[in-house]
């Protein structure tokens, strides 16, 4: 499974009061200095899914289970930090463990909160920390490449992946990240990126922290924010960092009312929580029984056999058959007998590959 999101940014952009807001506990402080948040925080967020409520509403479940992602909140970052400025490498090794980094950055002005480089500069802080980012990958390819030109000597392998390395260690020292070099479809980066795990090459969404005036107009920063995004291929996401946590602490119809006021059709968290998701390549599937309407976290791609397995192992091993009625057809027939009896409850064998929102029930044998 995907290792989740992990949040950076520079101190004092919004950063642990989005982290406070995802985990729905206030745990990250988020007071008005740098360096307060100090163990990497891990949350597990729910992703918010309308269609299992819809189950629910004809099953009539004791629970609802929903699919689950990662986010683990890093240290404000500051210029340095891959040298072991602020509390640089320890948070470094915790973003290596993350599939996709939420990189937010701040795109307000308020006095009251000092920003660690004096003023809004959005491209400037991006390229603080994705310089930090690609500083921290040199040194671990440094590292590799010592090893492979003891090893060359005599491993003819080892002399293709120096090749490569030293490629790449090029490409890093011109300050460019690993996400834009040439080689990274050729195996033996692949293999190289396996072990190393490039914080540069990693997955980005950018989440523009903004004030309550810009979340229907963007500001200039937002704009500036945009065209970067585009220009590297990634996504972004507008929020106000603060009432995300003012809205977290409401009923959900109070939450609804709020965010038609103003203006908004979903909140910037769930955007986050269901982009990073896609971004991981997950879908969920679901079971719908009278205990539990659940959704089950899998891959994209994922055979049914596989997909059994994050339910019990031994699904996997015993697999028989899947019996799969796709979502639509559980709501327009109104359960799984009315499936049945339209016809719409297909047997799958093990080379079926599970669709988002199928329902599902898997017959296995051990």
């Given at each position: 499974m995907?290792?989740?999101?992990g949040?950076v ?5 919004g ?7 995802l985990?729905?506990?206030?745990n990250?402080?988020?007071?008005n200095y740098p360096?307060?948040t100090?163990?990497?925080n ?12 819809e ?7 004791e629970?609802l289970q ?7 909140d ?5 210029k ?7 509390l ?5 090794s915790?973003?290596r ?37 690609i500083?921290?990958?040199v ?26 390395a030293?490629?790449?260690k090029e490409?890093?020292d011109e300050l ?7 080689k ?18 990693k ?5 523009a ?9 963007e ?7 945009k ?10 996401i ?17 939450a609804?009312?709020?965010l ?6 979903e909140s ?12 991981l390549?997950l879908i969920s ?14 891959k ?10 994050v ?30 009896e ?11 590959e ?5 329902v ?7």
């Amino acid at each position: 499974m995907g290792l989740g999101v992990g949040i950076v940014g520079l101190p004092n952009i919004g950063k642990s009061t989005t982290f406070n807001a995802l985990t729905k506990a206030q745990n990250a402080q988020s007071e008005n200095y740098p360096f307060c948040t100090i163990e990497p925080n891990k949350a597990v967020v729910p992703v918010p899914d309308e269609r299992l409520k819809e189950l629910a509403k004809i099953v009539n479940p004791e629970r609802l289970q929903y699919s689950t992602v990662d986010f683990v909140d890093i240290a404000g970052l500051v210029k340095g930090a891959s040298k072991g400025e602020g509390l640089g490498n320890q948070f470094l090794s915790n973003i290596r463990e993350v599939e996709v980094i939420l990189h937010m950055v701040r795109c307000f002005v308020d006095d009251n909160v000092v920003h660690v480089e004096g003023d809004i500069n959005p491209l400037r802080d991006i390229e603080i920390i994705e310089t930090e980012l690609i500083l921290a990958d040199v040194e671990q390819l440094d590292k590799k490449i010592e090893k492979l030109n003891k090893q060359s000597k005599a491993d003819k392998s080892a002399r293709a992946i120096l090749g490569i390395a030293l490629e790449l260690k090029e490409h890093l020292d011109e300050l460019k990240p690993v996400s834009n070099f040439v080689k990274k479809d050729n195996e033996i980066f692949v293999e190289l990126n396996k072990e190393l795990r490039f914080l540069s090459g990693k997955t980005i969404i950018y989440g523009a922290n903004v004030d309550e005036d810009s979340l229907l107009k963007e500001n200039e920063y937002v704009k500036i924010l945009k065209t970067h995004a585009k220009e590297v291929g990634a996504e972004i996401i507008t929020l106000c960092a603060k009432i995300e946590e003012e809205l977290v602490g409401l009923e959900e119809d109070e939450a609804q009312e709020f965010l038609i006021e103003l203006g908004v059709q979903e909140s910037g968290l769930n955007k986050i929580i269901h982009t990073a998701f896609a971004k991981l390549n997950l879908i969920s599937y679901f079971t719908a029984g009278v205990k539990e309407v659940r959704a089950w976290t899998i891959k994209k791609g994922w055979k049914a056999p596989k997909s059994a397995s994050v339910i019990h192992n031994d699904f996997e091993k015993g697999f028989i058959r899947a019996e799969v009625i796709g979502y639509e057809d559980f709501i327009t027939h109104k359960g799984e007998n009315g499936a049945k009896e339209a016809g719409r409850m297909r047997l799958e064998g093990k080379d079926y590959e599970v669709q988002d929102g199928d329902v599902m029930h898997f017959r296995f044998n051990v």
